[in-house]
């Protein structure tokens, strides 16, 4: 990767030589590569169970927060969680099987979609400032604008180094266990013990199974940690199910919040999220494809994983979920299990597919008390601002110029969290940009590092001009 990205149009480079079989130009001659390997079913089928186990805690998660952040009913939010799993696993297929007659619409390695979690905070935030119809426009807006832009890949890549994707991304995990913190104490005046027990709970089950679990098992600790927070908050009396009536299939709602609405400005912290994403886009594309025995050609494969990232978006943002992204969840489980097969991440697409149609399911889960989902948020978001920092962690901060970047761009994501009326007295619009912690840290980091590599260059420039006066 510290070569850079091939960037170069998909017209200028040679044709893939293992193709979608998988085979060279000699296919007598040559193996099926391990990525393009098809497992025999009895193998298969408990593979693909793995695979969901490890990366379904984030869908239903991110649904269970949205719902209760929203105010949904439970049916509503079964719907909507049903809705999520089958358009995660249309993802996974997509990405991993590619569409037939569309070589430019998935990179056919072994991927799955998840909601991303960034982008359901932002979801949320936007939700909450503008109403649920606008969070849902928005979502439409920056999976349009995710579409358009990436045959401008390598351009549009270049303005999210490690050290501005770093801040972006700790500043979402501080921002979202703020509201996951919200979700816990609910609409009372103040906390109510019981519901303060109930997430205590669920974050201490789940720090148990990360301890206690290996492999795949350990992956999906997030989720049966929940389980058991959940079994302990009714046992206890801290907190009750509820139900979301109805039988048979869970069929998804379209535009369950209404006609979308449409607002550039209100959508802003979406659509700087939407660009950042082809950053992480290169980097998971870049590891599965070496973790799965092919050779990296980011040019060429990550415009194949955004584009199916926008398709599946689009679809997602009519059925009311935020983006969806391909995610990088099961590289670990290919790595633990040795198993590099692309079929099986399809295997996972069509599970997750079958999960979210099954009504009684979602229904079941959807059901699940709103502070025992705050406790489980509150994990998966303090991880999130932990991977912020861990981006952070490959930028040059012995060097003054990125740790002054950092610095003032961290302070500019915080001002907004910590006092959240600073920009009350301003117009509508500035206190909607700025406002929004992610989109002012972002922005004020992409622009601070712009600024300080042109002088950079410029101090070079001159060095170098200087040195060619004394020599000549």
Not at 96 to 111: E, H, I, K, N, T
Not at 229 to 237: E, K, S, Y
Request: hydrophobic share 50%; aromatic share 4%; proline share 7%.
């Amino acid at each position: 990767m510290s070569a850079g990205p091939d960037v170069r149009p998909e017209r200028d480079r040679q044709p893939e030589r293992s193709g979608g079989a998988g085979r060279t130009a000699h296919p007598e001659t040559a193996a099926v590569a391990p990525v393009d390997e098809l497992p025999p079913l009895r193998r298969l089928v408990p593979l693909s169970v793995q695979h969901v186990l490890a990366m379904v805690a984030a869908p239903v998660s991110t649904t269970f927060l949205t719902g209760q952040s929203l105010g949904l009913s439970a049916g509503r939010t079964a719907s909507l969680l049903g809705a999520t799993l089958v358009l995660c696993g249309v993802g996974a297929l997509v990405q991993s099987l590619g569409v037939r007659g569309l070589r430019g619409l998935g990179a056919r390695l072994p991927f799955v979609m998840l909601p991303g979690g960034a982008a359901a905070a932002l979801f949320l935030q936007i939700a909450k400032a503008h109403g649920a119809a606008t969070a849902s426009g928005s979502a439409l807006l920056a999976a349009a604008l995710l579409l358009a832009v990436t045959p401008f890949y390598g351009r549009i890549v270049r303005l999210f180094p490690p050290l501005v994707m770093g801040v972006t991304v700790m500043l979402i995990g501080v921002t979202m266990v703020r509201v996951a913190a919200q979700l816990v104490i609910g609409t009372a005046p103040s906390p109510a013990p019981s519901a303060v027990g109930a997430a205590g709970l669920t974050v201490a089950c789940t720090v148990v199974c990360m301890a206690v679990l290996r492999g795949a098992w350990r992956q999906a600790a997030v989720l049966l940690g929940m389980a058991a927070g959940a079994v302990l908050t009714v046992g206890t009396g801290l907190g009750r199910f509820t139900t979301g009536g109805g039988h048979g299939a869970a069929l998804p709602d379209l535009f369950p919040y209404g006609a979308p609405h449409f607002d550039p400005v209100a959508a802003l912290p979406l659509l700087v999220f939407a660009l950042s994403s082809l950053a992480e886009a290169t980097g998971q594309t870049v590891l599965n494809s070496e973790t799965s025995g092919r050779t990296p050609d980011p040019g060429r494969d990550v415009p194949r994983v955004v584009r199916a990232d926008a398709v599946l978006s689009l679809v997602g943002g009519a059925f009311g979920t935020s983006m969806l992204l391909t995610s990088s969840e099961n590289i670990g489980v290919n790595q633990l299990s040795g198993v590099r097969s692309r079929f099986v991440t399809a295997g996972a697409g069509v599970l997750l597919i079958v999960v979210g149609l099954a009504g009684p399911v979602p229904r079941l889960l959807a059901g699940i008390p709103a502070s025992v989902v705050g406790g489980s948020s509150l994990v998966i978001y303090a991880a999130i601002a932990v991977l912020g920092i861990r981006m952070l962690g490959r930028a040059e901060l012995a060097d003054r110029s990125q740790s002054t970047v950092a610095g003032l761009a961290i302070a500019a994501g915080l001002l907004p969290v910590v006092a959240p009326n600073l920009y009350a007295g301003f117009p509508g619009w500035v206190g909607t940009v700025l406002g929004s912690g992610v989109v002012a840290g972002t922005l004020t980091a992409v622009v601070l590092h712009a600024l300080f590599r042109s002088a950079r260059r410029e101090s070079s420039s001159h060095r170098a001009d200087r040195g060619l006066v004394r020599t000549g």
